[in-house]
């Protein structure tokens, strides 16, 4: 019988010598608004909100540089989460949410386009993110240009 199946997480790996209780279970938060998409053997999800501990004051989901918030998600025999990793030399996309994702599997890349602020403010923008080597180096993220004809 097919049907959905509660995906249950292990622990992240923080070294190869590293005992079981040093090890760590990497969830990224809970959110909602944001946007996942499926590649390979994996899926990335980027963006989103959460809610402060008051339960009822909205946050964007950021990354340490305050950029959109991305995980790589990793279902194999020991499904698990990490943060991705974006080049130092980088740019990134603002916190978002109600955005869309689409991957480019011949590029290997994902394209994020627009979304809205926490004020309101609806986003047009749009942002390449490179991910051939996404589990095992920094992934590049740019933004792209729009073309003024076709």
């Not at 020991?78 to 130092?88: E, G, N, Q, T």
């Not at 990134?92 to 949410?97: L, T």
Request: include cysteine; glycine fraction near 10%.
């Amino acid at each position: 019988m097919q049907g959905w199946e509660e995906v249950q997480f292990q622990a992240t790996r923080l070294g190869c010598d590293l005992p079981a209780a040093a090890q760590q279970l990497i969830l990224p938060a809970p959110r909602a608004g944001h946007a996942m998409v499926s590649m390979r053997t994996g899926a990335i999800t980027c963006g989103g909100y959460g809610y402060q501990a008051d339960g009822r004051t909205k946050t964007y989901l950021a990354d340490a540089a305050g950029g959109i918030d991305c995980w790589w998600f990793s279902p194999g025999g020991l499904p698990r989460w990490d943060v991705l990793k974006l080049a130092s030399n980088s740019s990134r996309p603002a916190p978002r949410f109600g955005h869309s994702m689409s991957l480019n599997a011949v590029e290997q890349s994902v394209i994020i386009f627009g979304g809205q602020t926490l004020t309101g403010t609806l986003l047009n923008d749009c942002w390449k993110l490179s991910y051939a080597n996404a589990t095992s180096a920094p992934v590049e993220l740019s933004q792209m240009e729009y073309m003024s004809e076709f």
